[in-house]
């Protein structure tokens, strides 16, 4: 299935629960382990180990078997990965603390990061 088709997936399953902050990030040629980060945040532990969860669950309805999932029973930081898009899905103080979105955004101006956020 097409990177695409599988982030609309991720980022349809993250809706349903109610994903604060989605962000999509194309970390193609900075990166050997995926193609695609899909970052989230959610309300509280139990709101992120849901939504991992569910995403586990919606992408298996649809033939996609996650490679590993790791989190789903600390809250904090969930992972799900799907080898060409990884699904990070953290507290909102974990995700401030780890700034994926500054960390592989290393290479953007920051007049383009500012840019691409307002979107």
Do not use: C
């Given at each position: 299935m097409?990177?695409?088709?599988v982030?609309e ?6 809706e349903d629960?109610?994903a ?6 194309d970390?193609?040629g ?5 193609d ?8 509280s ?10 995403v586990g669950?919606?992408l ?21 990965d799907?080898?060409?898009v990884?699904v990070?899905i ?8 780890y700034d ?12 383009a990061i ?6």
């Amino acid at each position: 299935m097409q990177n695409e088709k599988v982030i609309e997936l991720v980022v349809a399953a993250l809706e349903d629960l109610k994903a604060k902050d989605i962000e999509v990030i194309d970390v193609q040629g900075k990166s050997s382990v995926t193609d695609f980060m899909v970052v989230s945040s959610g309300t509280s532990k139990r709101h992120v180990m849901s939504m991992a969860v569910n995403v586990g669950d919606q992408l298996k309805e649809q033939g996609i078997t996650p490679i590993s999932s790791e989190g789903q029973h600390t809250g904090d930081w969930a992972i799900v990965d799907l080898s060409d898009v990884v699904v990070h899905i953290l507290t909102t103080e974990a995700r401030e603390l780890y700034d994926l979105e500054k960390l592989w955004r290393f290479d953007m101006k920051p007049e383009a990061i500012i840019e691409e956020s307002a979107q």
